[in-house]
Structure formats: C-alpha cells, structure tokens
C-alpha cells in the first residue's frame, strides 16, 4: 500500500489543523493505520492509530483530548484532527499502515511520505 500525507503547516500555538492520508495500491479496509511524528534530532514517535473498520482508536498521552484519528475506507482516507496545538507538536508527520489486528505498536509495515507541522509560540 502507498500513502501520501498532506496538510501540514504553519499555525499559531493553540490553533488547529486537519492532516490527510490518502492509501492507494491496497484493500485499505485490511489495515490498521497509524499516524506518527518525527521532530528534528529525535526518533520517530506514535501518535493515533486506528482500527481497520474505526471502531477503535488509541493515542500517545500527551495528544489524547487534542487530536482525533479518523478513517474513511469508502475513500481510502485517514485523517487527523489537531487542537490546542502546542509548540512541542512540531515535526514531521507521518502516516503509517500495518496487517495486524493490534492498535498499540510503534513499529508499522508501511510509512508513507511526511507532511510538516509546525507550531509557533
């Protein structure tokens, strides 16, 4: 499966934006997908992840009540909803897509390609 991130930018502490992934090259409705971050000179971090028919979601602690992880599989979408962004939010955000059926791993079989967020104070 190939995924695309989009709609990064640049946003004022507090504010909000809505990051998209599109999956293209598989049954997206047989993964579960995952939203990951990267800030420079760190390693990459969890964020969301999302069951394969969205009933479930889990998130890291520090974005739970801020971000929302949602899916659309009649679009071959997943989205993530940020507010109350914060300083430390900036990096690199990532989509990610995985076989399995379990929402709490760090390590996904596919990444796609990162779209930048960055929070200013």
């Known amino acids: 499966v190939q995924l695309q991130a989009s709609g990064g930018g640049l946003v004022q502490a507090g504010g909000s934006l809505r990051l998209s992934c599109a999956a293209s090259?598989?049954?997206?409705?047989?993964?579960?997908v995952g939203w990951f971050r990267q800030a420079p000179g760190k390693e990459r971090e969890f964020v969301a992840s999302i069951s394969k028919n969205g009933g479930y979601t889990y998130y890291l602690d520090s974005v739970k009540g801020r971000f929302t992880i949602s899916r659309d599989n009649a679009k071959n979408m997943v989205y993530l909803e940020m507010s109350s962004l914060k300083p430390e939010d900036t990096a690199a955000y990532y989509c990610a897509a995985d076989h399995s059926d379990y929402l709490r791993k760090y390590i996904f079989d596919y990444y796609g390609q990162g779209t930048q967020v960055t929070v200013s104070s």
């Open positions: 090259g598989g049954t997206f409705s047989t993964y579960i």
